[in-house]
């Protein structure tokens, strides 16, 4: 099993690193505790983090369940893609969701008179294959959408694909002009890779793994989806 014990030391590293990349202290900081067991979700709470983040509705789930079990209810993130069969075990578990990108998405979580917060994730520039967030030109409707549903959409959220330092930074700026166009506030980019470049963008919240975790093993995506 990993050194959970090493938890709050590398976040205090990542505190100063947030720091020196202009973040205030403000920036939240998700702990992304996928492929680990409970222990990783105790040992970031012990190291005084409030939110932890899941990419898969059963392991969310169990894993709420477990913490529960131990006195112990995080703000849950899920940063999974939406499956709709899935959609109501997200929304019993998450106070977070942030993988919103379709007008479905959103209806379905105001059929399930869903309450909590929730984040339109935008697609990096070129990336219209696959489903890795909305585009730029989807973003504005979705809002609007979202206001006249009464879902609580609080933010962005931007997940950069592999690339230079340099893409990365254009990315997570044009995401964060996008919201400031829009009124919006709340900005969720940045993972261990790139946290620095997302936070002197303006990011809000990251989400980190395997730099207060370590290195995962094998992802479970085969295996839930
Ligand atoms: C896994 C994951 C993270 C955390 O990744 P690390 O590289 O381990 O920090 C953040 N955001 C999303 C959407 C993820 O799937």
Request: with cysteine; net charge neutral.
């Given at each position: 099993?990993?050194?959970?014990?090493?938890?709050?030391?590398r976040?205090?590293?990542?505190?100063?690193?947030?720091?020196?990349?202009?973040?205030?202290?403000?920036?939240?900081?998700?702990?992304v505790?996928k492929?680990?067991?409970?222990?990783?979700?105790?040992?970031?709470?012990?190291?005084?983090?409030?939110?932890?983040?899941?990419?898969?509705?059963?392991e969310?789930?169990s894993?709420?369940?477990?913490?529960?079990?131990?006195?112990?209810?995080?703000?849950?993130?899920?940063?999974?893609?939406?499956q709709r069969?899935?959609?109501?075990?997200?929304?019993?578990y998450?106070?977070?969701?942030?993988?919103?990108?379709?007008?479905?998405?959103?209806?379905?979580?105001?059929k399930?008179?869903?309450?909590?917060?929730?984040?339109i994730?935008?697609?990096p520039?070129g990336?219209?294959?696959?489903?890795n967030?909305?585009?730029?030109?989807?973003?504005?409707?979705?809002?609007?959408?979202g206001?006249?549903?009464e879902v609580?959409?609080?933010?962005?959220?931007g997940?950069?694909?592999?690339?230079?330092e340099?893409?990365?930074?254009?990315?997570?700026e044009?995401?964060?002009?996008?919201?400031?166009?829009?009124?919006?506030?709340?900005?969720?980019?940045?993972?261990?890779?790139?946290?620095?470049?997302a936070?002197?963008?303006?990011?809000t919240?990251?989400?980190?793994?395997?730099?207060?975790?370590?290195?995962?093993?094998?992802?479970?995506?085969?295996?839930?989806r």
């Amino acid at each position: 099993m990993p050194a959970y014990e090493q938890v709050g030391e590398r976040l205090a590293a990542v505190r100063d690193e947030i720091r020196r990349h202009g973040g205030s202290d403000a920036v939240r900081i998700v702990a992304v505790t996928k492929t680990h067991p409970v222990e990783a979700v105790v040992s970031a709470l012990d190291a005084g983090l409030t939110d932890v983040g899941e990419n898969y509705a059963e392991e969310l789930a169990s894993k709420a369940v477990q913490a529960e079990r131990l006195g112990l209810r995080p703000r849950w993130h899920y940063l999974g893609a939406i499956q709709r069969r899935r959609l109501k075990l997200i929304c019993q578990y998450a106070s977070v969701i942030e993988t919103i990108s379709r007008p479905s998405e959103l209806e379905g979580l105001a059929k399930l008179d869903y309450r909590g917060d929730v984040l339109i994730q935008v697609a990096p520039p070129g990336h219209h294959e696959g489903r890795n967030g909305a585009q730029v030109d989807e973003v504005a409707s979705l809002l609007a959408l979202g206001r006249d549903l009464e879902v609580r959409v609080i933010g962005l959220m931007g997940m950069a694909l592999p690339g230079t330092e340099e893409q990365t930074r254009r990315y997570f700026e044009s995401v964060r002009r996008l919201g400031q166009d829009l009124g919006i506030r709340e900005y969720s980019m940045g993972m261990s890779a790139d946290y620095q470049v997302a936070v002197a963008q303006g990011a809000t919240m990251v989400r980190l793994g395997s730099v207060l975790f370590g290195a995962r093993g094998q992802e479970r995506a085969t295996i839930e989806r």
